[in-house]
Nanobody, 114 residues
Framework: QVQLVESGGGSVQAGGSLRLSCAAS????????MGWYRQAPGKQRELVAFITSGGSTNYADSVKGRFTISRDNAKNTINLQMNSLTPEDTAVYYCKALHGNIYWGQGTQVTVSS
């Protein structure tokens, strides 16, 4: 069973940046896919970005060009660099891993003020 722990959330003004990290309890080298989702109040959870074990990435249209997902196999961590943040990016951000089963982290709050 993979345990995921997110960190790096917080409050920032519009135009600012944050970097989220997701640490896995075991090697991510063989984890098929890891990604970030977010859920804003009153809205459904949505995909932000994912990265495969081969390093392929995919982004939601709303974050393309602003967010960058990366993985550090040596540290068993994936990261999400978020730039040019807007209030619409305010949400709880969750890390997800697909490795046989689906695993979720507990989430980290990101708040962007105008």
């Amino acid at each position: 069973q993979v345990q995921l722990v997110e960190s790096g959330g917080g409050s920032v003004q519009a135009g600012g940046s944050l970097r989220l990290s997701c640490a896995a309890s075991e090697s991510i080298f063989s984890i098929d896919l890891m990604g970030w989702y977010r859920q804003a109040p009153g809205k459904q959870r949505e995909l932000v970005a994912f990265i495969t074990s081969g390093g392929s990435t995919n982004y939601a249209d709303s974050v393309k060009g602003r967010f960058t997902i990366s993985r550090d196999n040596a540290k068993n961590t994936i990261n999400l660099q978020m730039n040019s943040l807007t209030p619409e990016d305010t949400a709880v951000y969750y890390c997800k891993a697909l490795h046989g089963n689906i695993y979720w982290g507990q989430g980290t709050q990101v708040t962007v003020s105008s």
